[in-house]
C-alpha cells in the first residue's frame, strides 16, 4: 500500500466500533466487517490508525474468547495491514471482574514510513518510542502505557452490571501530542422512561459521565496536550420531542399493567385514515411506521433532536454529521441498510476533539478535501452498530505552538 511521505504530515485514520454484534454471530458478520474496514484503510492510506471498540468480546465473552483470539490475530497480520508493521493492542479480557471489567479494545496501527512515534508512559511521566507489535489484555490496570477506569456503580444503578468506562492513551507523531480516549457510556433503558421528561434522566446520566472522563484527561497530573475522545457515547435524539415531531396530528392510546398499573406501551394513531397506527412505545420497541424518516438525506432532519453534545459545546468539537444515525440496525447479515424497531434511531457512534485538536486537524496549506467524516460499510451489515471513521492529516510541526507540547516528545 502506497502511502505519501510523513515528512509532509502524517495522515491520521481514527474508527470507532462497537462490536459486540460481531462475536454474537462471528460467521456471518466478521467477514464482511473486516472488509468494509480494510477498504477504508485502504481508501485513506493512513500513516497512524486507531480503532476504538467497544463491547468487544459480544455479550458473553468467556464464551467468544476463540473468535476474539481469531479476530485480533486477523487484523495484525492480514495481508492488508502488512505495511503496518507495529502495532498496539489493548483489549480488557478481565471478564471475572464486575469492579473492573469494561470490554474496551484499542488497536493502534504505524505504517512503516512514519520514522519517528512516542507513546506516553504514564507512570515514568515520558515518552518511549514505538516499536514492534505488543497485545496487551487481562489486567489493563497494571499497564503503564495507558490509564482505564469503569464509571462507579452509582452512576447508573438501575443496571446491575455495567461495563462502562474510558481508555486513554497518549501519542507523539511529528512532534505533535495528543490523547486518544475510548469511551463508552450509559444506554437508555427504557424507551418510555426516555419519552417522559426533556431532556431524558439518561441524558443527565450521560453527562454526568462524559463530564467526569474531561474533568479527568485535563486534570493537574500531566501536561496538557490536545485530545480526541470516540467510542459509543449512547448519544440519543430527545425522544419527547422527536415522538411530539413525528405524531404531531395523532391521538396517543395508554395500555397499563392490569396487576400495577403501570405504563407498559403507547400507542399513537392518526386522528383519520381509518387511526391507522403511526408509533408503538414499550421499553424496548420502537416501531415507527415509515422507516424512510431516518434514512432520506441521511437523516439530517432528525439533527436537530440530537441535542446531547450542547452542553459540552466549550469543550468539545465535532466535524458536521452527514451519515445517517448509527444504531440500531438490524443483526440479519442481509440486511445492510434496514434499522431494528427496538430504539429510535440515533448517532451514538461519535468522534468528538477539543478545540486544540479542532485546530490541529483544520491546518491545511490548500483547499484539498483533507478531512473526512463518516461512517463504514453503508450497505452493508456490519452489527447493530455502523462503525464511524475520522480522516485528516496533522501537518508536520502543526502541534508545537500548543502548550510547547514539541518538547515532552523528546524521549528522555
Same mark, same amino acid.
Given at each position: 500500500?502506497?502511502?505519501?511521505?510523513?515528512?509532509?504530515?502524517?495522515?491520521?485514520?481514527?474508527?470507532?466500533?462497537?462490536?459486540?454484534?460481531?462475536?454474537?454471530?462471528?460467521?456471518?458478520?466478521?467477514?464482511?466487517?473486516?472488509?468494509?474496514?480494510?477498504?477504508?484503510?485502504?481508501?485513506?492510506?493512513?500513516?497512524?490508525?486507531?480503532?476504538?471498540?467497544?463491547?468487544?468480546?459480544?455479550?458473553?465473552?468467556?464464551?467468544?474468547?476463540?473468535?476474539?483470539?481469531?479476530?485480533?490475530?486477523?487484523?495484525?497480520?492480514?495481508?492488508?495491514?502488512?505495511?503496518?508493521?507495529?502495532?498496539?493492542?489493548?483489549?480488557?479480557?478481565?471478564?471475572?471482574?464486575?469492579?473492573?471489567?469494561?470490554?474496551?479494545?484499542?488497536?493502534?496501527?504505524?505504517?512503516?514510513?512514519?520514522?519517528?512515534?512516542?507513546?506516553?508512559?504514564?507512570?515514568?511521566?515520558?515518552?518511549?518510542?514505538?516499536?514492534?507489535?505488543?497485545?496487551?489484555?487481562?489486567?489493563?490496570?497494571?499497564?503503564? &502505557? *495507558?490509564?482505564? =477506569? /469503569?464509571?462507579?456503580? #452509582? $452512576? !447508573?444503578?438501575?443496571?446491575?452490571?455495567?461495563?462502562?468506562?474510558?481508555?486513554?492513551?497518549?501519542?507523539?507523531?511529528?512532534?505533535?501530542?495528543?490523547?486518544?480516549?475510548?469511551?463508552?457510556?450509559?444506554?437508555?433503558?427504557?424507551?418510555?422512561?426516555?419519552?417522559?421528561?426533556?431532556?431524558?434522566?439518561?441524558?443527565?446520566?450521560?453527562?454526568?459521565?462524559?463530564?467526569?472522563?474531561?474533568?479527568?484527561?485535563?486534570?493537574?497530573?500531566?501536561?496538557?496536550?490536545?485530545?480526541?475522545?470516540?467510542?459509543?457515547?449512547?448519544?440519543?435524539?430527545?425522544?419527547?420531542?422527536?415522538?411530539?415531531?413525528?405524531?404531531?396530528?395523532?391521538?396517543?392510546?395508554?395500555?397499563?399493567?392490569?396487576?400495577?398499573?403501570?405504563?407498559?406501551?403507547?400507542?399513537?394513531?392518526?386522528?383519520?385514515?381509518?387511526?391507522?397506527? &403511526? *408509533?408503538?412505545? =414499550? /421499553?424496548?420497541?420502537? #416501531? $415507527? !411506521?415509515?422507516?424512510?424518516?431516518?434514512?432520506?438525506?441521511?437523516?439530517?432532519?432528525?439533527?436537530?433532536?440530537?441535542?446531547?453534545?450542547?452542553?459540552?459545546?466549550?469543550?468539545?468539537?465535532?466535524?458536521?454529521?452527514?451519515?445517517?444515525?448509527?444504531?440500531?440496525?438490524?443483526?440479519?447479515?442481509?440486511?445492510?441498510?434496514?434499522?431494528?424497531?427496538?430504539?429510535?434511531?440515533?448517532?451514538?457512534?461519535?468522534?468528538?476533539?477539543?478545540?486544540?485538536?479542532?485546530?490541529?486537524?483544520?491546518?491545511?496549506?490548500?483547499?484539498?478535501?483533507?478531512?473526512?467524516?463518516?461512517?463504514?460499510?453503508?450497505?452493508?451489515?456490519?452489527?447493530?452498530?455502523?462503525?464511524?471513521?475520522?480522516?485528516?492529516?496533522?501537518?508536520?510541526?502543526?502541534?508545537?505552538?500548543?502548550?510547547?507540547?514539541?518538547?515532552?516528545?523528546?524521549?528522555?
Amino acid at each position: 500500500m502506497a502511502v505519501k511521505g510523513a515528512a509532509a504530515g502524517a495522515g491520521v485514520l481514527l474508527v470507532t466500533a462497537n462490536v459486540g454484534s460481531l462475536f454474537d454471530d462471528p460467521e456471518n458478520l466478521q467477514k464482511n466487517w473486516l472488509r468494509e474496514f480494510y477498504q477504508v484503510v485502504h481508501a485513506h492510506k493512513p500513516h497512524f490508525m486507531a480503532l476504538h471498540c467497544q463491547e468487544f468480546g459480544g455479550k458473553n465473552y468467556e464464551a467468544s474468547m476463540s473468535h476474539v483470539d481469531k479476530f485480533v490475530k486477523e487484523l495484525l497480520s492480514s495481508d492488508a495491514m502488512k505495511d503496518y508493521n507495529r502495532a498496539r493492542v489493548y483489549l480488557d479480557e478481565n471478564y471475572k471482574s464486575q469492579e473492573h471489567f469494561t470490554a474496551l479494545g484499542s488497536f493502534y496501527f504505524l505504517h512503516e514510513s512514519l520514522k519517528n512515534i512516542y507513546q506516553f508512559d504514564f507512570k515514568a511521566k515520558k515518552y518511549k518510542k514505538v516499536t514492534g507489535k505488543e497485545i496487551y489484555s487481562d489486567t489493563l490496570e497494571s499497564t503503564p &502505557m *495507558l490509564e482505564k =477506569e /469503569k464509571f462507579p456503580q #452509582d $452512576y !447508573f444503578p438501575e443496571c446491575k452490571w455495567s461495563r462502562k468506562g474510558f481508555i486513554r492513551t497518549r501519542w507523539c507523531i511529528t512532534d505533535c501530542a495528543f490523547d486518544l480516549v475510548n469511551i463508552h457510556l450509559f444506554h437508555d433503558a427504557s424507551n418510555l422512561i426516555a419519552w417522559e421528561t426533556s431532556p431524558s434522566v439518561y441524558s443527565g446520566i450521560r453527562h454526568k459521565a462524559l463530564g467526569y472522563v474531561l474533568d479527568r484527561i485535563i486534570d493537574q497530573r500531566f501536561e496538557k496536550v490536545s485530545y480526541f475522545v470516540f467510542g459509543d457515547f449512547n448519544f440519543r435524539l430527545d425522544a419527547k420531542a422527536v415522538v411530539e415531531t413525528l405524531c404531531a396530528k395523532a391521538t396517543m392510546q395508554t395500555v397499563r399493567a392490569a396487576d400495577t398499573n403501570e405504563v407498559v406501551k403507547l400507542i399513537f394513531r392518526e386522528s383519520d385514515n381509518d387511526r391507522k397506527v &403511526m *408509533l408503538q412505545l =414499550e /421499553k424496548k420497541l420502537f #416501531d $415507527y !411506521f415509515n422507516q424512510d424518516v431516518f434514512r432520506d438525506n441521511n437523516g439530517t432532519a432528525l439533527l436537530e433532536f440530537d441535542r446531547e453534545l450542547s452542553v459540552f459545546k466549550d469543550r468539545l468539537y465535532e466535524l458536521d454529521i452527514s451519515f445517517p444515525p448509527s444504531y440500531p440496525y438490524s443483526e440479519d447479515s442481509s440486511q445492510g441498510k434496514q434499522y431494528m424497531n427496538t430504539r429510535c434511531p440515533a448517532w451514538c457512534d461519535r468522534i468528538l476533539m477539543s478545540h486544540s485538536a479542532k485546530e490541529l486537524i483544520l491546518k491545511s496549506e490548500n483547499d484539498e478535501k483533507i478531512v473526512i467524516y463518516d461512517h463504514i460499510g453503508p450497505n452493508v451489515c456490519m452489527g447493530d452498530h455502523k462503525p464511524v471513521f475520522l480522516s485528516f492529516r496533522i501537518a508536520a510541526g502543526a502541534g508545537k505552538p500548543i502548550a510547547n507540547v514539541h518538547k515532552c516528545c523528546v524521549v528522555q
